[in-house]
C-alpha cells in the first residue's frame, strides 16, 4: 500500500509539474502571438510605405510630365494668338483703308498693301499646332506584387518585396496627341 501511495503521490506531483509546464507553454505562446502579430504589423506598415514611395515617385513623373506638357502649351498659345492678333490687325488696316480712304491714297500705298497681305497669308497656322506627348499610366507588375505578398514571411525577403514594388507600373510617354492624356489601364 505503501508503494502505491507513493506512486500516486509521484503520478500526481507529475500531472502538478505538466499542468504548470502546459501553463507556462500557453503564456509563452501568448507572448511569441504577440510579438509575431507585431512583427507582422511591422512589416506590412513597411510594404505599404514602399508602396507609398512608389505612387509619390508615379504622381511626381506625372506631374513633371504635366508641367512640361504645360509650358509646350503654352508657348503653342502664346505663338498662335500672336499670329492671330497680326492677321487681324492686317486684316483691319486693309478694309478701314479700304473703307475710309480715297482711292488715290490706296494706290500710293498698294504695293506695301499686297507685301503685307502677301506676308500675312504666308503665315502657317497649323505650323502651331504641334502634337503634345501623351502621359499614360501602363499599369504592369501587379500580378508579381500579388504574388510576392502572398509569399510574405514565408521565404522571401522584405527586400524582394521592395523591388518588386520599385517596378510597380511606368509613367510612359506612348505617341502623341493634339493635348494631354492621363490614363489608367
Not at 146 to 171: D, F, M, P
Amino acid at each position: 500500500m505503501e508503494e502505491l501511495k507513493k506512486r500516486t503521490e509521484t503520478k500526481i506531483y507529475n500531472l502538478k509539474q505538466s499542468i504548470v509546464k502546459i501553463k507556462n507553454a500557453d503564456r509563452e505562446s501568448d507572448v511569441e502571438s504577440l510579438a509575431a502579430k507585431r512583427k507582422i504589423q511591422e512589416m506590412t506598415e513597411r510594404c505599404i510605405n514602399y508602396l507609398k514611395e512608389r505612387e509619390m515617385e508615379l504622381v511626381k513623373q506625372v506631374n513633371q510630365r504635366c508641367s512640361s506638357n504645360e509650358d509646350v502649351m503654352k508657348i503653342q498659345l502664346t505663338q498662335i494668338e500672336e499670329n492671330l492678333t497680326n492677321l487681324n490687325e492686317g486684316q483691319d488696316f486693309i478694309n478701314s483703308a479700304f473703307a475710309n480712304w480715297t482711292e488715290a491714297e490706296i494706290v500710293a500705298i498698294e504695293d506695301q498693301m499686297i507685301e503685307k497681305l502677301e506676308e500675312l497669308a504666308a503665315i502657317e497656322t497649323h505650323k502651331y499646332t504641334y502634337p503634345v506627348s501623351r502621359t499614360e499610366f501602363l499599369e504592369q507588375g501587379t500580378r508579381e506584387v500579388t504574388a510576392v505578398i502572398k509569399e510574405l514571411g514565408q521565404v522571401i525577403s522584405e527586400e524582394r518585396v521592395r523591388q518588386v514594388i520599385s517596378n510597380l507600373g511606368q509613367v510612359s510617354r506612348e505617341g502623341t496627341a493634339m493635348g494631354v492624356q492621363l490614363k489608367s489601364a
